[in-house]
């Protein structure tokens, strides 16, 4: 048999500002085989995510940064076509950090950290709408956001796959769900496909905190914060004495020099509001179940997922740019091969 190659996207150089063409760089290299107690698996989906910016930085952040000349991180759906492991078989499709590659071996600590994929569902489900974004939703809302009915819930990047999920859950609660979010098509598709009660086009509205008000005349409960910056400056006068405002992330400086972090225009109000960032690994014990909740719910008719699908590995680069960019609809996946 031909021996099987591996193409790789390795990083190149941290880029100042926005990713470009230059940040990754492409080779190729023999798959790889697998020792005792390893798998070697074959990536067929792989998410391209918002916290890859901070992966190509020096800036300090909750996890190091990947060196220059390795291999991009990131989250694979991925089929085993190699095992030493009692863990996992041939032809077992799983969740892993498969990386931005073709083939990926897995030692016995990151087997642990892998877990089979959810057959109900269309395999990508498993990066978007039931996986790390799905849960992200899931827990920033119930947990720090802490709907009931009758709130109302502002989430801005409304129509991506954290926002999407956040404002449905919303909803599942008897939230009035506000969303905010680039462009008429992503607004459509908050109010019409996933059943926000409105949804603000932040790039066309011409006073944005005034339409905010108009649209939230009670002022705002529950504030799910993904973006910061302008959009965070219109939504923060509105935010209530008692509201919450969990902070998932600031996504419009993550290629700012001088960022300006949602906390301190949160703080700077002096009003009691419960604020902070938090990390979807918090709750990692009850991962599975919210898995499984999530997954019921999409069966169920109750939750529904957009997906961005790029073809092939090689447009991995132009996703990621596309996720900070705004090019995005829903889950941005990448196909990196066939299940087979
Ligand atoms: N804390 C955690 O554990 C955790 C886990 C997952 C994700 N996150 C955070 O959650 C947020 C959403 O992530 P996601 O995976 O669901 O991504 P996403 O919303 O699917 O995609 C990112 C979206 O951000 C919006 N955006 C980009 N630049 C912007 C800007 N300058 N101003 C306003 N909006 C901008 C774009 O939508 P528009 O076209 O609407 O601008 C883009 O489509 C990010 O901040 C991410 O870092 C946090």
Redesign the pocket.
């Known amino acids: 048999m031909a021996e099987q190659i591996n193409r790789k996207w390795l990083v190149a150089a941290y880029p100042d500002g926005m990713p470009t063409a230059e940040t990754f760089e492409l080779a190729e290299e023999p798959a790889p085989t697998a020792g005792p107690g390893e798998i070697v698996v074959r990536n067929i989906w792989l998410s391209v995510?918002?916290?890859m910016r901070a992966r190509i930085s020096d800036r300090a952040s909750y996890a190091a940064p990947v060196a220059v000349g390795d291999v991009m991180v990131g989250g694979t759906v991925a089929q085993v076509v190699a095992s030493n492991s009692h863990l996992y078989s041939v032809g077992e499709v799983i969740v892993t950090q498969g990386g931005w590659q073709d083939y990926c071996l897995l030692g016995p600590a990151q087997q642990d950290a892998s877990y089979r994929v959810d057959r109900a569902l269309p395999l990508s489900c498993s990066l978007g709408v039931t996986g790390?974004?799905g849960a992200?939703a899931y827990f920033?809302l119930l947990r720090l956001g802490k709907p009931s009915a009758g709130d109302t819930l502002v989430v801005?990047?409304?129509?991506?796959?954290?926002?999407s999920v956040v404002g449905q859950i919303g909803k599942m609660h008897g939230c009035r769900v506000v969303g905010?979010?680039?462009?008429p098509e992503?607004c459509g598709l908050c109010t019409d496909t996933f059943g926000f009660d409105a949804c603000l086009d932040?790039?066309a509205e011409e006073d944005l905190a005034a339409s905010l008000q108009q649209a939230c005349p009670d002022g705002i409960d529950i504030y799910f914060e993904?973006?910061?910056?302008?959009?965070l400056e219109a939504v923060a006068p509105l935010l209530k004495d008692g509201s919450r405002a969990p902070i998932?992330?600031?996504?419009?400086q993550?290629n700012e020099l001088a960022l300006q972090p949602p906390w301190d225009v949160i703080n700077s109000l002096g009003k009691r509001i419960e604020s902070r960032?938090?990390?979807?690994?918090e709750w990692l014990g009850e991962m599975p179940k919210a898995r499984r909740e999530l997954s019921t719910w999409v069966q169920e008719g109750k939750l529904t997922y957009r997906e961005s699908v790029a073809k092939g590995l090689e447009k991995a680069p132009e996703a990621f740019i596309g996720?900070?960019?705004?090019?995005?609809?829903?889950?941005?996946v990448v196909r990196i091969s066939a299940t087979h």
């Open positions: 995510d918002p916290y790390m974004p992200t920033g801005s990047a409304a129509a991506g796959a954290v926002g905010i979010a680039g462009g992503k932040y790039k993904n973006v910061g910056g302008p959009v998932c992330g600031f996504i419009s993550y960032f938090f990390l979807v690994s996720v900070l960019t705004g090019r995005n609809i829903g889950k941005q």
